[in-house]
């Protein structure tokens, strides 16, 4: 089966690092994703990781670990913006769907 | 990135009609769409893939019938919720990905909340 696990809501304060952390287990592994969503909005795109390793692209990290089936994402200098849910997805290779995690509520605070 | 539309963005309706969602890839043809619903405070759950000329291909527990899905075109998935009920009440979001399914993202349109009264 597929299974997605990471924190339900976390607390950082503005200007300071956050990392969340996504674990996963799929049938067949064929790319990880981070998506940033606000409430009543729809996901928009962060990262891709389909290989180990570390992918930076500005404020924002992704890393993935195919072994341990693990990946985080880092937000440097959080500003007030950056407070919504952050949604970690696997692509499967099963009809290449993807499957979304629960999502971490992320509350930045001045 | 690829621009999807999602239209309407928002629908009420009477309990028992129709609504129809359309979904489209603007600047790029995607042969396979993705239909999602989210519930609020909970992360999106997928309803079926939409493949351009032929069925869709729904995830367990959804109904076909009830959820009929339409992809004519290279960049045009539409999903008519039938005989909408109030426990239809949800937001909708559909995804396209743009060139070779296995490789590439998925972008989303900005989602259809209906509400049915």
């Known amino acids: 089966g597929q299974n997605i696990d990471q924190p339900t809501e976390m607390t950082a304060t503005e200007g300071a690092i956050v990392q969340i952390n996504c674990t996963y287990q799929?049938?067949?592994?064929?790319?990880l994703f981070w998506y940033q969503q606000h409430a009543g909005e729809a996901p928009t795109f962060l990262s891709y990781?389909?290989?180990?390793g570390l992918e930076e692209k500005g404020r924002f990290s992704s890393f993935l670990s195919r072994s341990k089936g693990y990946s985080y994402l880092l937000l440097k200098e959080l500003q007030m913006k950056d407070s919504a849910s952050y949604l970690c997805?696997?692509?499967?290779?099963?009809?290449?769907?993807?499957?979304f995690g629960a999502g971490t509520r992320l509350f930045v605070k001045a | 990135g690829a621009v999807v539309s999602q239209h309407p963005s928002w629908v009420i309706c009477k309990s028992g009609t129709s609504v129809k969602i359309e979904c489209r890839s603007l600047?790029?043809?995607?042969?396979?769409m993705f239909w999602y619903r989210q519930f609020p405070k909970q992360s999106l759950m997928l309803m079926a893939t939409?493949?351009?000329?032929?069925?869709?291909?729904?995830e367990q527990g959804v109904e076909k019938d009830k959820f009929l899905i339409n992809h004519a075109s290279l960049t045009l998935s539409t999903l008519t919720v039938t005989s909408a009920h109030p426990e239809d009440s949800s937001f909708y979001i559909c995804?396209?990905?743009?060139?070779?399914?296995?490789?590439?993202?998925?972008?989303f349109g900005a989602g259809t909340r209906l509400s049915v009264l």
């Open positions: 995804s396209a990905s743009e060139g070779e399914l296995a490789k590439n993202i998925q972008y």
């Open positions: 799929t049938s067949g592994f064929n790319g």
């Open positions: 990781n389909v290989l180990d």
């Open positions: 997805a696997v692509r499967n290779t099963g009809g290449f769907k993807t499957i």
């Open positions: 600047d790029f043809q995607a042969t396979t």
């Open positions: 939409s493949n351009e000329g032929s069925k869709a291909t729904y």
